[in-house]
């Protein structure tokens, strides 16, 4: 079975800096994977998504992420955060004939002013 | 344009009320998924539909939940003798394609329904 890892609970970045937030995942072939932002009261919105080809995956509000397959990571990165960007983060992984995604236990981000 | 939507958004129960909860998928969307988010949780998934056929139950934690999509439209969750652990957010989730196309498919998800169960 499949299972993600998100090593950071919580972040803190001073708005205007550069963001990294990290993902490992579990699996034997090459999963689906995805990067989910969710805000206090809403549901969860799609950043980004990679199935195949290019390893660099642009997504919505700026954000980026690389998959690495030797790493067996999918992080998560944006030059510069602004504040509307505190948030929590889930990095979600579908494969191995598995209906739902599973996901990890996400990375709370605080932006500093 | 409308999205997922869930009803009621927020829900208190006492220990052993049956609770159900709603969900509206984007019109169209043939998959729907339920998840358990726990409280400083990333969610988990509980059951998923092809329009009306439940093909996976396999995250469903006890014989007291139970889930239906009659009409492959409109999904309800069913808690029935609700416990104290039951209190989580359950988040509903969409996605146009079906079995095959799904593992591509966005899945869009609704606000949530927070449960608490005193």
């Known amino acids: 079975a499949q299972s993600v890892t998100q090593p950071d609970i919580h972040i803190t970045v001073s708005e205007g800096a550069s963001l990294e937030l990290r993902c490992n995942y579990s699996y034997g072939a090459t999963p689906y994977l995805f990067w989910y932002v969710q805000s206090p009261g809403q549901g969860l919105q799609l950043l980004l998504k990679?199935?195949?080809?290019?390893?660099l995956v642009q997504g919505i509000k700026g954000f980026e992420a690389e998959f690495k397959r030797s790493q067996s990571s999918f992080n998560l990165r944006k030059p510069s955060v602004h504040w509307s960007d505190a948030a929590e983060y889930f990095c979600?992984?579908?494969?191995?004939?598995?209906?739902?995604?599973?996901f990890g236990k996400g990375t709370h981000l605080i932006i500093q002013p | 344009g409308a999205g997922v939507s869930q009803s009621p958004r927020y829900k208190v129960a006492k220990r052993g009320q049956d609770v159900a909860l709603r969900c509206d998928p984007i019109?169209?969307?043939?998959?729907l998924f339920w998840y358990q988010q726990a409280l400083g949780q990333g969610p988990e998934f509980l059951t998923y539909?092809?329009?009306?056929?439940?093909?996976?139950k396999s995250g469903l934690p006890s014989d007291r939940f139970f889930a239906e999509r009659p009409e492959g439209s409109v999904s309800t969750l069913k808690i029935q003798r609700t416990q104290q652990e039951d209190s989580a957010v359950y988040l509903c989730?969409?996605?146009?394609?079906?079995?095959?196309?799904?593992?591509?498919?966005?899945?869009?998800f609704g606000p949530g329904t927070r449960l608490l169960v005193l």
């Open positions: 989730a969409s996605s146009l394609g079906g079995t095959g196309y799904w593992g591509e498919e966005t899945q869009y």
């Open positions: 019109s169209g969307h043939v998959s």
């Open positions: 990679y199935f195949s080809g290019d390893t």
């Open positions: 539909f092809q329009n009306e056929a439940q093909l996976d």
């Open positions: 979600a992984v579908k494969g191995g004939g598995a209906d739902g995604l599973t």
